[in-house]
């Protein structure tokens, strides 16, 4: 069982940050890799980020290259997701996501595989 606590949403202007921290907890994180997915109103769960909880690799959809970056800090148990010249295309609820890192490579991107999900953190960019 993990547990995860998104948190670091908010309001910001177009070409703002914002940083957003998901906090996990439970049995042997090692064994799973984490990943950020968002979801507007109206549309279906898209892939944002996604790292392994014990490898450097890392993820990342099209649409953020270059302009968010994910990390990981063991001892704190948490991931992180950096923000930076966020769009109004941007604004969504902001879910962490755990699946185990069993063909992690080959799934890091389809919720469906995703086996623990926060509650959701919303951010809004304003044009």
């Known amino acids: 069982q993990v547990q995860l606590v998104e948190s670091g949403g908010g309001l910001v202007q177009a070409g703002g940050s914002l940083r957003l921290s998901c906090a996990a907890s439970?049995?042997?994180?090692?064994?799973?890799?984490l990943g950020w997915f968002r979801q507007a109103p109206g549309k279906e769960r898209e892939f944002v980020a996604a790292i392994p909880w014990s490898s450097s690799n890392t993820y990342y959809a099209d649409s953020v290259k270059g302009r968010f970056t994910i990390s990981r800090d063991n001892t704190k148990n948490s991931v992180y997701l950096q923000m930076n010249s966020l769009k109004p295309e941007d604004t969504a609820a902001y879910y962490c996501?755990?699946?185990?890192?069993?063909?992690?490579?080959?799934?890091?991107?389809?919720?469906?595989?995703?086996?623990?999900w926060g509650q959701g953190t919303q951010v809004t960019v304003s044009s």
């Open positions: 996501g755990a699946r185990t890192t069993f063909l992690f490579s080959r799934y890091y991107s389809s919720s469906s595989t995703y086996d623990y």
């Open positions: 439970g049995r042997a994180l090692s064994n799973y890799g």
